[in-house]
């Protein structure tokens, strides 16, 4: 299994985005993004050993995940991302995770 690389997140979500969208954004706003993410699963308690793979339906956890960054982006007065923009991104970054789990 490989491991998780932010950078290569930040690059699966930009390749999920149009030109006009991805350029909008520096690194550092989607590694905000990402960090959103990481930060869900922890409070979720959904980076547990033992959890089980399959109690988080995929469209489940998206709509959780859009739903929990964007009160976060809303909290975050020097944000610039487009809310709309957040459901390609997140999609992208849990497709390279999905990258990653598949490589076992």
Same mark, same amino acid.
């Given at each position: ?6 950078? $290569?997140?930040?690059?699966?979500? &930009? ?15 989607? #590694? ?13 308690? #959904? ?22 960054? $964007? &009160? ?10 487009? #809310? ?21």
């Amino acid at each position: 299994m490989n491991e998780y690389d932010e950078l $290569t997140a930040i690059k699966a979500m &930009r390749a999920a985005l149009p030109a006009q969208v991805s350029n909008a954004y520096d690194d550092d706003e989607l #590694l905000n993004i990402v960090d959103m993410i990481w930060d869900y699963y922890e409070q979720n308690g #959904l980076l547990d050993i033992d959890m089980d793979d399959d109690d988080d339906e995929p469209d489940t956890l998206l709509q959780d995940l859009v739903e929990y960054t $964007t &009160r976060m982006l809303k909290k975050d007065k020097g944000a610039t991302i487009e #809310l709309d923009h957040l459901p390609a991104m997140i999609q992208a970054e849990l497709d390279y995770e999905e990258t990653l789990a598949n490589d076992i």
